[in-house]
């Protein structure tokens, strides 16, 4: 089963999709959530309100931070924030945003950010990296129909800089939102992405320069690269 629906109202039904005929399980799914703000503090206000929310259908966040610079891509690939958020499953999310309460809570959401790209990833390779206001994130993604190089390989490398491959992962789904008159599905602009923390900044940007790092970039299409900050 590629498609899973979720009935919100008379006029609405959201689904998950899963890409390329992909078969949806009940496996854990990230959500990647990947937009710029127009109002940081009613931003705020919503991940407070939300957060106890996705906790309590087994959801929980996983990395959520803020642009520092961009190193990398056209300014169309670019956002501000980036969130990741582990749900159980895609019932999970759609049981999530079935209920009322959390309807209206998104109200807020939808008024503070704009650019808003949205969608489902397998996690490859998940590292254990507290939040550290001293370490900041290399965050990159592309698009490729298979990744081109071994996940070692890409560890052994952020060693040798001083780095930590903290996230690996690829899209499995898109969410579709279906109102009568219409269907609109939520873009996402990436393949793969990929999160490597270090204490320097220049080590991650010594990685970003590594000529077999490049050779691995080069070989895909719509790069973006930034440095990120983490935050709770």
Avoid at 80 to 103: A, D, I, N, T
Avoid at 191 to 209: A, V
Wanted: aromatic share 10%; hydrophobic share 40%.
């Amino acid at each position: 089963m590629n498609k899973i629906t979720q009935t919100l109202n008379k006029q609405t039904e959201v689904s998950i999709l899963g890409i390329s005929n992909q078969d949806l399980t009940d496996e854990p799914m990230d959500a990647i959530n990947w937009f710029n703000l127009k109002n940081k503090f009613v931003y705020t206000i919503y991940n407070l309100l939300a957060l106890p929310m996705a906790r309590s259908v087994g959801a929980r966040p996983i990395f959520k931070g803020y642009r520092l610079s961009s190193l990398e891509g056209p300014k169309e690939l670019a956002r501000e924030v980036l969130l990741l958020v582990r749900y159980p499953g895609p019932k999970q999310f759609l049981h999530l945003v079935s209920k009322k309460l959390f309807q209206l809570v998104s109200i807020l959401r939808i008024k503070s950010v704009k650019d808003f790209n949205f969608g489902f990833f397998k996690c490859l390779k998940l590292g254990e990296s507290p939040v550290n206001e001293n370490h900041e994130y290399l965050v990159g993604h592309f698009q490729a129909p298979r990744l081109t190089i071994d996940i070692d390989h890409i560890r052994e490398l952020c060693s040798q800089h001083n780095c930590q491959l903290f996230y690996l992962g690829g899209k499995i789904a898109n969410l579709s939102i279906d109102r009568k008159g219409g269907n609109t599905v939520v873009p996402l602009n990436m393949g793969w992405m990929f999160l490597i923390s270090s204490d320097h900044r220049k080590n991650l940007t010594d990685l970003y320069g590594d000529p077999e790092i490049r050779k691995f970039l080069d070989q895909n299409t719509s790069n973006y690269l930034g440095i990120f900050s983490r935050v709770r």
